[in-house]
C-alpha cells in the first residue's frame, strides 16, 4: 500500500495511476471525497483528512510501504511562505510519530537555492525541513510542466504563443507530469536505498521548441513570443493571480530566465523526460474531442 498526496492533482494522478498500472495498491487522503469519487472507482482507499492537519497525515501513513508528499501548489503565497511552512512541520510531525519505508518528495529544479526563487522557494524549505529525517528520502526536482502551456491549444488560434521565457530559444528543464508520476512511482515500487537523493527530471527545452510542437498538433505555424516584463502582473492577473500577488510567480520567471532551472547540479541523478510536448498537446487536443 502506497499513500499519494494530491491525488486529484496532475502529479498525484498520474502518480496513483501508475501505482494502480503496476497491480499495487494505493490510499489517498482527501479533503473532499466526493472530488475523489474516481478513484474509488479505481480501487483506491481514501482517508479523510487535510495536509494542514498533522494527525491526519499521521493516520493515512500507517502501515503503508512508501508514501508520495508534495505541497499544495500556491500562486500567490504569503510574504514568509507560512503556507508551506505550516504543511512542512506537519508532514515532518507526521514522519516522526509514523516512519515509513521511504518517502518521494515532488521537488522542483531550483530548489537547491535557498532564496532568489521566487515559488520555488517552498520546494527549497520543503528540502531543507525534511533534511533531519533519518528515513530513505528521494526528491523530485522536476522541471517546469508542460501542462502549463495548454492555454495555448486556445490563445495561439492567430499564431503566437505568449510566454513568460525571454529569451524565446533559451533552453531550461521542462518535463510532462505523466513522466514525473512514472518515476515517482518507480521510486515507490522499486529497489530500497538509504538517506536522501535527489533526481532532476525533464529535459532542456526551449520555448521556441514548445511553441512549434504546438503548431504541429494545431497545423498552425506558431510562435513563442514573450510578454514584456512590465505586462506579466497584468498577464498574471489573466491566469488568476490576485491582483497583486504576482511577485513570487514573476521572481521566478525571473530566476528560470537567468539560469536558475539548468540541468547539471552537483550531487544529483538525472533522469530526461520520455514525453515531449508534442504528446502532451495533442493528448489534449483528443481529450477535447472526445
Known sequence: MFLVMGVTGKVGGATATHLLTQGKKVRALVRDRAKAASWTDQGVELVEGDWNDAASIE?????????????????????????????????????????????????????????GMGLITALSLLEHGFRDLKLPIAYARAGGFFENFLYGLHTAQGGTLPVFYNPTNRKSTMVATNDIGSEIATLLSGPAWSGHRIIELGSMVSA??????????????????????????????QFGIPKGGSGPAEAMYDAVNAGGMDLGIEGTEHLPGATSARDVFAAAQKATAA
Not at 500556491?74 to 511552512?85: L, Y
Open 59 to 115: 493516520r493515512a501513513l500507517k502501515d503503508v510501504d512508501g508514501a508520495f508528499v508534495m505541497l499544495p501548489p500556491i500562486w500567490a503565497p504569503s510574504p514568509d511562505f507560512r503556507e508551506a511552512k505550516g504543511v512542512i512541520a506537519n508532514y515532518v510531525e507526521a514522519l516522526t510519530k509514523a516512519p515509513v519505508p521511504r518517502v518521494v518528495a515532488l521537488s522542483s529544479m531550483g530548489a537547491n537555492r535557498a532564496s
Open 208 to 237: 521556441d521548441e514548445v511553441a512549434a510542437q504546438l503548431g504541429e498538433v494545431m497545423k498552425l505555424d506558431v510562435k513563442a513570443v514573450a510578454v514584456p516584463r512590465a505586462g506579466w502582473p497584468g498577464a498574471f492577473e
